[in-house]
């Protein structure tokens, strides 16, 4: 007989189930852990109302009672099969059930069909009686408590496990809620197998409605069993990256989808595995490698590593395909400690591609503004040789010219000694003007050979002197500087010489580009250009200024910092970007560039004083 108490407590538990499920499904947006943990509470429902329904049956009425008892079958077996779904769709993270898992009610199928047709083979009761010492229990009752008993204990030790691998107050929390629960109809339920205590048949839907009470505790305090954990593995398996989550023993504890589909698969990477003992595939063992080694790096240093993976895959027809992961792995302190490792796969493949094309792209322009440097070099060689050729040219015909007179004149005694000796200078004089136009082209050779190797190959920095470099300037500039009416006027306000640790052909190009765009500044008319050499205590400074109009302020901030030309088709904007990067690289100087007060615009260059030696009146500073 079922206690009054008892009956209140299954009549108020049943139609708090009811409202419950009602009003949750009126709200909607259930998960497949929510589906479950109703279909735990509905079976529960039934039990309990087919007790009650029991109760009120007359004792006398076998059939009707036997009728009753068999109802029960469709909550207690498919309570402890719930229990078991539960844990398997909590700790995987589950939203659909496997196929497989469709096995897990093969028992409690089976279990509640041979309850409610016992009478045709007996294989639930020998012999049915609602009194416990006269009820004789036939075999397959022996295997449905044995099923209940292994799903139960089943539930208890997956959460547990999940709970020890994860140093989570919250997932703690939830499983002592889960394991609580499914702990007392299972201890509830062995003392009454082994008769230990003497239960009533009451006693088991009692213990469930603890378990229901717990876990719907849990949903709405901790959210156990909501959509939280299955929202953050659906977030993190829709990211393109993969991540590695590790324990401090290189335990595998989770990974998302993109990291088992292009690691974890190729590894032999799973769960509950320990890193150092996975074999890997023989293609991606270097995968596994880098990874263990970048992990004991992490380790010992207890800060972020970083470091960047390639990886060979399959087409999806033939062949193999590369890509590029920039991998992090970060340190979890738990206690001021390392309790594990998150390690995060970033695919760098297009953007390593992208950096690719622009270096490509970069490489070409450079090529362009150094074959556009070597035609305006060419261009100003030939106009600079012109003259001194032409000079040498016109020497050696009044050279020929003397020399004919002087075999003409030889036995004529009318030229004497004195006219000879006026042939002879003027011979000496037409020579010194030849050797000076051959210097002069020497000059422009020796200044045009170290601009032309500097496009062509790489430098070592060297010691030369300022003014080498200077007298190089006016050398190449001397043509374009004439032809557009264009004076370089230079002004040195210290005495002596300066000496430059880096390279003179660079300097050279830097400041023939400075010249070159003062020039173009100072279109139509020309004008004066001022080249100004000055030093202080912290650097040597090169400033070039023109007369033209200045430099505007949205043009101002893009200086130096990207490819900007104003000269639309006729500039690349590679000149300046180039100057600077020479000036850090070779002189670890600095440029910049302002608008004069009096107009104009002032292009300088800071150069270190550590890195410049200066003299005065022959001794070393």
């Not at 009126?26 to 929510?34: F, Q, T």
């Not at 509905?42 to 049956?57: I, K, N």
């Not at 594990?340 to 953007?351: N, P, R, T, Y």
Request: proline share 4%; net charge negative; glycine share 6%.
């Amino acid at each position: 007989m079922i206690p009054d108490v008892v009956c209140t407590i299954f009549s108020f538990s049943i139609l708090a189930i009811l409202f419950f499920v009602t009003y949750s499904i009126k709200k909607g947006n259930l998960r497949l852990i929510h589906r479950l943990f109703f279909t735990l509470a509905l079976a529960m429902a039934v039990f309990m109302g087919a007790l009650l329904v029991m109760r009120l049956t007359n004792p006398d009425d076998t059939f009707g009672l036997w009728l009753c008892d068999s109802t029960t079958y469709l909550g207690g077996p498919l309570a402890s099969t719930d229990c078991l779904l539960i844990a398997l769709t909590f700790i995987k993270g589950l939203e659909k059930f496997p196929k497989r898992y469709y096995w897990f009610l093969v028992i409690p199928v089976c279990t509640v069909i041979l309850a409610w047709t016992n009478p045709l083979h007996h294989l639930m009761y020998e012999h049915f009686s609602v009194i416990p010492d006269q009820i004789v229990f036939g075999p397959f009752m022996m295997v449905n408590g044995i099923y209940c008993y292994i799903c139960m204990i089943s539930s208890i030790a997956l959460m547990t496990n999940f709970a020890i691998h994860n140093h989570n107050r919250l997932y703690i929390k939830q499983t002592i809620c889960f394991s609580v629960g499914a702990a007392v109809p299972l201890i509830v339920s062995f003392l009454a197998t082994f008769r230990i205590v003497d239960f009533q048949i009451y006693a088991t839907p009692l213990a469930f409605n603890v378990t229901i009470l717990l876990d719907g505790f849990a949903i709405f305090y901790f959210h156990i069993l909501d959509i939280k954990p299955l929202a953050t593995q659906q977030i993190l398996d829709s990211f393109t990256d993969g991540y590695l989550v590790l324990s401090d023993h290189y335990l595998v504890l989770d990974y998302n989808k993109p990291f088992e589909k292009v690691f974890g698969k190729a590894n032999g990477i799973q769960e509950n595995q320990y890193l150092p003992s996975i074999q890997g595939n023989s293609l991606d063992r270097s995968c596994l490698v880098n990874l263990l080694t970048s992990l004991g790096t992490c380790r010992q240093t207890g800060s972020n590593i970083s470091y960047e993976q390639p990886i060979t895959l399959p087409n999806e027809g033939e062949g193999y395909h590369q890509k590029y992961y920039m991998v992090e792995i970060t340190p979890l302190i738990l206690q001021d400690k390392i309790g594990g490792f998150l390690a995060c796969f970033k695919d760098v493949s297009m953007m390593k591609k992208s950096i690719q094309r622009l270096q490509e792209s970069q490489k070409r322009m450079v090529e362009q503004e150094r074959l556009a440097s070597l035609g305006q070099m060419i261009g100003g060689i030939a106009h600079n040789l012109k003259t001194p050729i032409m000079a040498i040219s016109g020497g050696t015909l009044a050279i020929n010219n003397l020399v004919d007179e002087c075999c003409k004149s030889l036995g004529d005694p009318e030229v004497n000694e004195e006219d000879y000796r006026q042939i002879y200078q003027e011979m000496a004089e037409w020579l010194n003007r030849i050797r000076e136009s051959c210097s002069y082209m020497s000059d422009i050779i020796s200044a045009v050979k170290g601009q032309a190797i500097s496009m062509s190959q790489e430098i070592p920095n060297q010691t030369f002197a300022l003014n080498d470099a200077i007298k190089r300037v006016e050398i190449l500039m001397r043509h374009e500087l004439k032809s557009k009416k264009c004076t370089l006027k230079i002004q040195q306000d210290f005495s002596g010489e300066a000496l430059l640790q880096g390279d003179i052909n660079g300097l050279v190009q830097v400041l023939n580009n400075l010249i070159s765009n003062a020039i173009d500044a100072q279109k139509p008319d020309g004008g004066l250009i001022e080249l100004s050499l000055k030093k202080d205590n912290h650097a040597l400074i090169l400033s070039i200024r023109d007369h033209g109009t200045g430099i505007p302020p949205e043009i101002m901030t893009k200086l130096f910092k990207q490819m900007y030309t104003s000269k639309g088709s006729l500039g690349t904007g590679l000149g300046l970007y180039i100057s600077n990067s020479i000036i850090k690289a070779k002189f670890n100087g600095i440029m910049w560039a302002d608008n004069h007060p009096e107009g104009g615009a002032v292009f300088g260059i800071s150069i270190p004083a550590e890195t410049v030696t200066f003299s005065e009146e022959g001794t070393l500073q």
